[in-house]
């Protein structure tokens, strides 16, 4: 990759890997500790500088507790964007259940919002997701039982739950199929 179009790629991931840094109140030494990456490494990245590799990225997310796209994502001005449903991108299709990507924002904290398709039969029991994460689920179309193992709920159109997924929990359909948007809300 040219030299130009690699730091024009890596800009967003060093202000962004700065910026969640600090939100988080961590020195360089403490991340670079928790991403088991060198102190020179990290600093590198957040002055645009080096090349890191994507294990590199995946470490520093993960200290981070935020998702991989957070490093990537450049947030630029604000303004109108349309999502249509047709062309957001399919991140889980399998066993009757498609989950589509529409948005992830940043601000005080990650979100990112999923539009998730239940078939009649679907069953999706999703594993305890990291420390501190909230879910926001409404049921859009169907009846479904959403929420953590042992503590869900049935939602009709409209209804809403809201719950700590950093426990396992499930999204079952109910007389039918459902869809639900579902928003993911990283500390």
Not at 69 to 91: E, M, N, T
Not at 122 to 142: D, L, M, N, T, W
Not at 144 to 171: K, M, N, Q, W
């Amino acid at each position: 990759m040219e030299m130009a179009t690699r730091q024009s790629v890596l800009q967003p991931v060093a202000v962004n890997v700065g910026r969640h840094r600090r939100r988080r109140s961590l020195s360089l030494s403490a991340l670079a500790g928790a991403a088991g990456i060198s102190k020179s490494t990290l600093s590198e990245l957040e002055r645009g500088r080096g090349n890191p590799s994507l294990d590199t990225l995946w470490a520093l997310a993960n200290a981070l507790n935020v998702p991989l796209s957070a490093l990537f994502l450049d947030s630029g001005s604000p303004g109108v964007r349309v999502q249509p449903l047709s062309s957001a991108k399919v991140v889980t299709h399998e066993d009757g259940v498609v989950t589509q990507h529409l948005l992830s924002l940043q601000g005080r904290s990650e979100v990112e919002m999923y539009f998730v398709t239940l078939a009649e039969d679907a069953k999706r029991f999703s594993p305890a997701h990291g420390p501190g994460q909230i879910e926001h689920v409404v049921a859009f179309y169907g009846r479904a039982d959403v929420g953590p193992d042992g503590d869900s709920a049935v939602l009709e159109e409209g209804d809403a739950i809201t719950f700590p997924c950093d426990r396992p929990h499930h999204y079952l359909p109910l007389d039918g199929p459902a869809r639900l948007l579902v928003l993911q809300d990283y500390p």
